[in-house]
């Protein structure tokens, strides 16, 4: 199973910017589909945006034109840089690895804090 670890969450003002970069150990990383999922307080976990291993993208419409994923093959690392932050993106944010046809070899980062608040 692969080992994801994200990092990059915080405190930000609304209008600010993160970005928030997931590192994925082992091989393989590049067959991978890569997403970003949210979860606030209360609420069920969410897509944010997910790229494959191609390199096409997906968003959720609440952060499109604002949120922008993509990945680095060479460093087995996905990011998420999101702009225009608002209130209603803070949020538990987890970094996800979705095997093609093994979905045992799938796996979930620990999460990363952010926090929209002036």
């Known amino acids: 199973q692969v080992q994801l670890v994200e990092s990059g969450g915080g405190l930000v003002q609304p209008g600010g910017s993160l970005r928030l970069s997931c590192v994925a150990s082992?091989?393989?990383?590049?067959?991978?589909?890569m997403g970003w999922y949210r979860q606030a307080p209360g609420k069920q976990r969410e897509l944010v945006a997910t790229i494959s291993r191609s390199g096409n993208t997906n968003y959720a419409d609440s952060v499109k034109g604002r949120f922008t994923i993509s990945r680095d093959n060479t460093k087995n690392t996905v990011y998420l840089q999101a702009n225009s932050l608002k209130s209603e993106d803070t949020a538990v944010y987890y970094c996800?690895?979705?095997?093609?046809?093994?979905?045992?070899?799938?796996?979930w980062g620990q999460g990363t804090p952010v926090t929209v608040s002036s």
């Open positions: 082992g091989s393989s990383f590049s067959i991978y589909t």
């Open positions: 996800n690895a979705d095997h093609p046809y093994l979905s045992a070899l799938n796996g």
